[in-house]
C-alpha cells in the first residue's frame, strides 16, 4: 500500500486542485482560472508524480522491476 | 499495494484530476470570449463602460451596440486569426495579468503589437460596404498588405486610444 504520509499528502495536493478547479467552474474569473492553472494542476501533477514513484517502488519491492 | 488499491488511487489521483482539468480548460476557454469575463478585471472596466456607454460613437461601442458582431465581441476582435491566434491571444492575456500583479504596472494596458487590420479584414473583407467604397479604393492593398491601418481613419476604436 502507499504510504500512509505519502498518501496523506498526495490526496492534500488532489483536494487543492478541485478546490481551485470547482472555484474557477463556479466563478470564473482571470484571477480564479490563473489559480487552477497555476497552482491547481501543478497540484496535480505532483500527486500523479507520486502515485507513479509510489506504484513504480511497490513493483520494484515485489521484483517485477 | 494491492491491485484494487492501486486502481482506486490511480482514478484518485491520475484520471479523476485529468477529467476535471479537461473539463475546466474547455468551460474556461468557452467563458473567456465572454464580455464578462474581460470586464471582471478591474483595468478593463473603460474598454467595457465604453463600448456599452449609449452615447458614445467610437468604433469598438458600434460594433457591440449594434451588434454587427452579435456575441464574444471582445474576443472576435482582439483574437488574431490562423492556426495558433487564439493560443497567442491567451499567451498575451497572461502576460498583461503577470504585469499586473508582479510588476504593478497598474495602468490603462496597451497593446503589444500594433492592431493588425486583417482582423478587420476577417469580417469586412469581401463586403460590398468595404469593396465599394470609394475611398477605400486607394489604401486597399495597404490595408490587405498590414502596411496601413483601418484605425488610421476609422480609430481610436476605444475611448483614450491612440487611434
Redesign the interface.
Known sequence: ??QSKT?TI??AL?ST??LL?AA??YK???LS??L?GGV??PC?LL??G??VY??LQ?LKRHGVL | MTSRAKWLLFFAFILFPFALTTVTYEVGAMRTRQVDFCASCHVMTPFVEGVRDPKSDMLAALHFQNRWIPHQQCYTCHVDYGMFGELDAKVRSVRHAAAFYLKKDLGRPKLYKPYPSRNCLHCHQGARSFEEQPAHEDVKDALKSGSASCLDCHGPAHPGGEG
Do not use: I, R, S
Open positions: 500500500m502507499m498518501l498526495a490526496f488532489v486542485g478541485t478547479g474557477a467552474l470564473t474569473t482571470a482560472l490563473g487552477f491547481g494542476v496535480y500527486a500523479a507520486l502515485y509510489e506504484v511497490d
